[in-house]
């Protein structure tokens, strides 16, 4: 049975405070081979919900610099892991978090994602909102460390916006009670 959670935002951005200018040593810094963007941004999101999705190929994990999901640290693949896009339909549907595109400014909060394109439309860089002025949405980032930084500071052609719905857990009841009952494990 899947079991819906709430994405905890505010944990999200404390974490992003803490290690935007930082390396968390528990992860690979993939700056000088494509960029740690993505990764630092994953790093948010499971501060946040705590879910992994540990599906080959298709899922969003890291266990290590090596064996990890494309979506842990590739721009397009956690767009399509989070929103559900294809090829990653299927596992959208399952275990760890996720989100929709979203369509308008007013629809984003702390914790949610942004991506920049270049002129040819490609998405290069993520980011994780953590916070606002009046004039301005802040941000942080790896690569280019960034600790509430002024979004307009940066120079893109377009943007999207992930909005993080929340997270899903697997939880086998079944199994849990049947191992209680004949007194053979706890959770």
């Known amino acids: 049975m899947l079991i ?30 494509g960029g740690n963007c993505t990764n630092f941004v994953s790093q948010c999101i499971f501060a946040g919900c705590g879910i992994m999705n540990y599906t080959p190929t298709f899922g969003w994990y890291y266990i290590s610099s090596e064996d990890r999901a494309p979506a842990w640290t590739g721009v397009d693949e956690l767009y399509d892991f989070l929103t559900g896009a294809a090829p990653f339909t299927e596992v959208n549907g399952m275990v760890g ?9 007013r629809e984003m909060s702390i914790g949610d994602i942004i991506q920049l394109a270049n002129s040819s439309g490609e998405y290069y860089h993520s980011l994780i909102i953590s916070g606002s002025t009046d004039n301005d949405i802040l941000v942080c980032a790896q690569s280019d460390n960034a600790l ?10 377009s943007l999207r916006i992930i909005h993080i719905q929340g997270a899903r857990l697997l939880f086998d009841y079944d199994t849990v009670f049947n191992n209680l009952l004949n007194g053979e494990a706890l959770p």
């Open 4 to 33: 819906e959670l709430p994405y905890n935002r505010e944990k999200a951005v404390e974490y992003a405070r803490k290690w935007a200018l930082s390396r968390n040593p528990l992860f690979f810094d993939f700056t000088g081979t």
């Open 148 to 157: 509430d930084r002024p979004l307009s500071t940066y120079n893109y052609a």
């Open 97 to 105: 978090p996720y989100g929709i595109n979203a369509a308008q400014a």
